[in-house]
């Protein structure tokens, strides 16, 4: 029942895959950021990610409403702070008599992909998830969607298929004091490396502002 990504939370590997890839929670200060993400996948990406066909006004929609004080968004940054990866961790509301549980739903930008971005998303929401008494973690993905199902069945998660869509779950085992820790140690990584990338921004734009050529966008 205690899958790997659970069980690599254990304080005796304080330094998980999680700290290699850096990963920040973001507030609704981000949500411009988070439609620009979006909005650069294309359809077919869009379809993987939302399980169905997702014109730009249904983005903008999603994007809107997405409810910061109640749900969890995870990001991570390129080197020009380009949002190149994001997760949005949904409580689902309490079932009397069900665990308590939570949905991700994860995208990479495909210039990201393959560099472990989507795994330490997945990694740390599960740690967060843990930390705030989730006891299941779903995936709903679609079941040709071979690069999510590798993550999710990496991560221990169970699969169930049905109707062409497929269920993954996570069974979570509750916080401890190494978890805690680590979600806050991964929290200062991300903005430790936020911080350096927000420096090296500044310092290239002040160097193309010297020579006369156009800024880095913000
Ligand atoms: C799914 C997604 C988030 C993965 O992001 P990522 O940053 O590339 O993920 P990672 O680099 O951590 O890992 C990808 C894994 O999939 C594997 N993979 C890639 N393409 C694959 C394929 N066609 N078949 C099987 N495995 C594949 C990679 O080898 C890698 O595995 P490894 O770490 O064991 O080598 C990204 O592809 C994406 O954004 N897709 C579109 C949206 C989507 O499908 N979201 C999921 C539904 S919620």
Redesign the pocket.
């Known amino acids: 029942m205690h899958k790997k990504i659970a069980n690599s939370y254990s304080p005796t590997k304080p330094h998980g895959q999680g700290l290699v890839?850096p990963v920040r929670a973001l507030h609704a200060g981000y949500r411009e950021q988070i439609l620009r993400h979006f909005l650069q996948?294309n359809e077919?990406?869009?379809r993987?990610?939302?399980?169905t066909h997702t014109p730009d006004e249904v983005v903008h929609h999603y994007v809107h409403h997405i409810n910061f004080n109640k749900d969890t968004v995870l990001g991570s940054f390129d080197g020009e702070l380009n949002l190149i990866?994001m997760a949005h961790l949904a409580y689902l509301p309490k079932v009397d008599g069900q665990p308590y549980a939570a949905e991700?739903?994860?995208?990479?930008?495909?210039e990201?992909?393959?560099?472990?971005?989507?795994?330490?998303?997945?990694e740390r929401a599960a740690m967060h998830s843990r930390n705030t008494r989730i006891e299941t973690l779903f995936?709903?993905?679609?079941a040709n969607?071979?690069?999510?199902?590798?993550?999710a069945q990496?991560a221990g998660m169970q699969v169930e298929y049905a109707y062409g869509d497929a269920d993954a779950y996570l069974k979570l085992p509750p916080a401890n004091t190494g978890t805690i820790v680590q979600e806050a140690a991964n929290e200062q990584w991300g903005d430790f490396d936020y911080a350096l990338k927000q420096n090296l921004k500044r310092s290239n734009n002040a160097w193309l502002w010297f020579l006369g050529k156009p800024r880095l966008a913000s």
């Not at 993987?48 to 399980?51: P, Q």
């Not at 969607?145 to 993550?151: C, D, G």
């Open positions: 890839v996948l077919e990406d869009r993987l990610r939302f399980g990866g991700f739903g994860v995208s990479v930008l495909p990201g992909r393959g560099q472990g971005i989507g795994t330490a998303l997945l995936v709903h993905c679609l969607n071979r690069p999510m199902m590798h993550l990496k």
